[in-house]
């Protein structure tokens, strides 16, 4: 069997598993808040107990994945020791912020966005935690294992594509909330079916999809072209502190989709300041070491 297919039915199995495991972890949760324990947990809807569920799915596949495709090391993967490693890193965590927030900054002149009247301290908290940890473990999965395991086929530029088309549909595919307003076991197969319902909205597909399409493509050739994480994860980690920041100081007024969309990360806008990312990256990487290809 060929690795792309053993990733194929590891991606299956995950939404599969996700799906079955879901309604489990919905019930648990609703009984520990009836009994008084963790009461927060009433205010989720089913939906966000899916998307855990289908990462809690992935970690447990993880390993009978990584022996099925014969992964002994980080070799095998592509990837080498960086020996600019936080470099990498803090240029990639500015790289992605800066324009950002410069265009956050340019849409607080305009009736799109004005700032709060207070600033939400505990949300921005939040940011930077999502900031300092998803990036890791996005960027070990998708550009780490993904990626690496695709490249094992000696084509680059495909093995890139199907990767970021992968981290788009993931991120993509969001059931909209409550769309299960009885869960039940096969509740987590209607959000599913849901999912795919905004494919229908092609406003929302150019908004959505592209952007993350694009970022998904930066942050593989950043991966390849310092054959390490650490650039992307710092790139990941810029947008998420910088889009996650202004959400929380600003407000937005309006939706102008495709243009912009309910972050900084939707839309035609965001998608031209991660191309500017890209080509800032692209710059800085051939003027500190030549690794440009």
Not at 12 to 37: C, I, K, M
Not at 232 to 237: D, Q, R, S
Request: aromatic share 12%; glycine share 8%.
């Amino acid at each position: 069997m060929k690795d792309s297919v053993r990733l194929l039915v590891y991606l299956l199995a995950t939404v599969l598993v996700g799906a079955l495991l879901a309604p489990l972890l919905f019930w648990v949760a609703q009984l520990l808040a009836y009994y008084g324990f963790l009461s927060v947990l009433k205010r989720y809807d089913f939906e966000t107990f899916f998307h855990r569920a289908v990462l809690i799915a992935a970690v447990l596949l993880l390993w009978p994945l990584v022996r099925a495709l014969d992964i002994r090391g980080l070799t095998d993967l592509r990837l080498f020791a960086n020996p600019h490693r936080w470099g990498d890193l803090v240029a990639g965590l500015l790289l992605s912020a800066i324009p950002l927030l410069c265009c956050g900054a340019i849409l607080l002149a305009t009736p799109i966005f004005s700032l709060r009247s207070a600033i939400n301290w505990a949300g921005v908290g939040k940011a930077a935690l999502a900031a300092a940890v998803v990036p890791f473990i996005e960027e070990t999965f998708f550009r780490g294992l993904i990626l690496g395991a695709l490249l094992k086929t000696e084509r680059s530029r495909m093995s890139i594509f199907v990767t970021s088309a992968l981290y788009s549909i993931v991120h993509f595919l969001k059931a909209a909330e409550h769309t299960s307003s009885s869960v039940t076991w096969t509740s987590g197969f209607t959000s599913i079916a849901h999912a795919f319902g905004q494919f229908a909205d092609p406003l929302l597909v150019i908004a959505g999809f592209t952007t993350l399409f694009l970022i998904g493509w930066i942050l593989a050739d950043a991966r390849l072209q310092t054959r390490s994480l650490w650039l992307p994860i710092g790139l990941h980690a810029g947008w998420i502190l910088a889009a996650g920041t202004f959400n929380k100081i600003a407000l937005r007024r309006l939706i102008i989709l495709p243009w912009l969309g309910k972050n900084l990360l939707v839309g035609i806008v965001p998608l031209a300041v991660a191309a500017l990312t890209w080509l800032l990256m692209r710059g800085w990487l051939k003027y500190v070491d030549g690794r440009d290809a």
